[in-house]
């Protein structure tokens, strides 16, 4: 079965990694942090958190895919003191429910001691 890979945008500055890869019906999202359209960090957590569901949005789109058609997500954060802010925008993004099945880890670091979110998925591109 062949594979299909979806690139970083070219502003984004990328490990080497593909944002997503598709094999079958299934979309399998890279670890997306908050960066904006310009590849900036914004400081707050709300902003990241909106940054990180406008590019994880981005890239479901590429794919033909919705937030709809996201199976699992897995969400890691930097400070425990963000997972209350997390849940309520979460639910608002990711909703209504039903909800894709979902981990939430606090983590000591991401690769970047600037962010404070970082969200991967699974999506079912079976229609």
């Known amino acids: 079965m062949p594979i299909q890979h979806f690139a970083p945008p070219p502003h984004v500055k990328a ?13 399998f999202v890279s670890g997306i942090p908050g960066f904006d359209a310009h590849g900036a960090l914004p400081d707050g957590f709300e902003a990241q958190f909106a940054n990180v569901v406008v590019n994880i949005t981005r890239v479901l789109d590429e794919a033909g ?8 997500v897995n ?38 001691p600037k962010m404070l979110i970082e969200i991967e998925a699974v999506a079912s591109l079976s229609k």
Not at 15 to 27: I, M
């Open 15 to 27: 490990p080497p990694l593909s944002f997503a890869t598709r094999v079958g019906d299934l979309l």
């Open 65 to 72: 895919a919705t937030m709809r058609d996201l199976v699992k």
């Open 75 to 112: 969400v890691l954060l930097t400070r425990a003191a963000d997972v209350a802010a997390m849940n309520a925008l979460y639910a608002g993004a990711f909703g209504p429910p039903p909800y894709p099945a979902r981990t939430t880890c606090v983590v000591q670091a991401l690769p970047d």
